[in-house]
């Protein structure tokens, strides 16, 4: 593409560096900008600048927030021998929606993979085993995507916390709610009848 | 969404104020901002601000530009007497982009919208009537988009510029370059029939 403008260009240039914004979204955003009022750019760019900058994260569970101990982690009520690995805080959020969990969480920020060259270093594996080492964890749910990362990382962490007594398990998988089993995927409905669950168990549920 | 921090909050709200961009992509935006190296958000922030502060318009075709003539309006070779009315910097590009044309650009910034309130006004319609006075202008390409705010908008400036002995053509409009006949919608290959052309000007373009 060819710009009248170095500006226009070096701006379009910086927001098609975002994960799935293309050129030609890049200068549709960018000209979106220039249509409003200068207040509106301003408060984008300060917006990002200041989570970029002040941005803290939980000395507990990793998580993105303003203060030292996240409001999950101060929150006296949750059960902190229960403790749910997840990826990021996305998953965090998509877990709280549904109101069911009462413990904590260990945002990992990643899974392994050697493909993008992330290790377990990279990750908060060396603070979770720590805070499993202290004693205090009963029980350890691994939440992260069903891929070959997902249980390559659950697979990593089981190993380090092997012998410490600490009970785990994996979220259910399975056939999703309201789902009807003719169009499931082979290896999922596999797995549901695999890992099938007490009729009595699943009456608790509803 | 519930967030856990108030600068995250913040940044994906002012992200997911866009166009195209919803709460869920800004969050993944902003996550993977968080993820990349703290200069990489400087740099964006920057480029948005510098562009919405330091951002001109050439005086002669309001095309963007970083100085106050564009290249465009600027070369000597280009015909001033013939003027290609756009709507914004995309088309400029895009017709650019084909080399086919060496006449100089006229920038709208929109088009007549009384649906989203954009009247004539808004519009740099003034701008283009007045160069229609000074008497250089022989011919008025109009290339507005096909749709009802396209023709209303070229119509109001065709009215604006009669009398002044100025020829005005709009690009043909009919099968793409490469479309297959029985693919074509009927309103695109009527219109095609009743604006065809000689043959022997056909053979010319090819």
Same mark, same amino acid.
């Given at each position: ?19 799935? =914004? ?24 300060c917006?990002?600048e ?13 998580? *993105? ?13 949750? %059960? ?7 990826? %990021? =805080?996305? %998953? ?48 350890? =749910? ?14 990593? *962490?089981?190993?380090?916390?092997d ?11 399975? *056939?999703?709610?309201? %789902?009807?089993l ?14 099938? *669950? ?9």
């Amino acid at each position: 593409m060819d710009f009248s403008s170095k500006l226009l260009e070096n701006a379009v240039y910086e927001m098609s560096q975002l994960p799935g =914004i293309g050129k030609r979204t890049a200068l549709r955003l960018v000209l979106h900008l220039l249509k409003q009022p200068k207040e509106r750019t301003s408060r984008l760019s300060c917006a990002l600048e200041n989570l970029r900058s002040d941005i803290k994260f939980c000395t507990n569970c990793h998580n *993105i927030s303003d203060v030292e101990l996240c409001e999950i982690c101060a929150n006296p009520k949750r %059960d902190e021998t229960l403790i749910c690995v997840v990826e %990021d =805080i996305r %998953d965090v959020m998509a877990i709280e929606n549904t109101s069911q969990f009462k413990g904590l969480y260990h945002v990992l920020g990643g899974k392994i993979s050697p493909m993008e060259g992330v290790g377990p270093q990279d990750l908060t594996i060396g603070s979770l085993v720590n805070k499993a080492k202290e004693g205090k964890i009963k029980e350890l =749910i691994f939440a992260l995507s069903y891929t070959m990362e997902g249980d390559t990382t659950n697979f990593y *962490i089981y190993k380090q916390i092997d012998g410490l007594g600490i009970n785990t398990s994996t979220i259910a998988r399975g *056939i999703a709610v309201g %789902d009807e089993l003719e169009y499931a995927d082979e290896v999922t409905l596999g797995r549901s009848i695999l890992n099938r *669950i007490p009729f009595e168990g699943s009456l608790k549920a509803n």
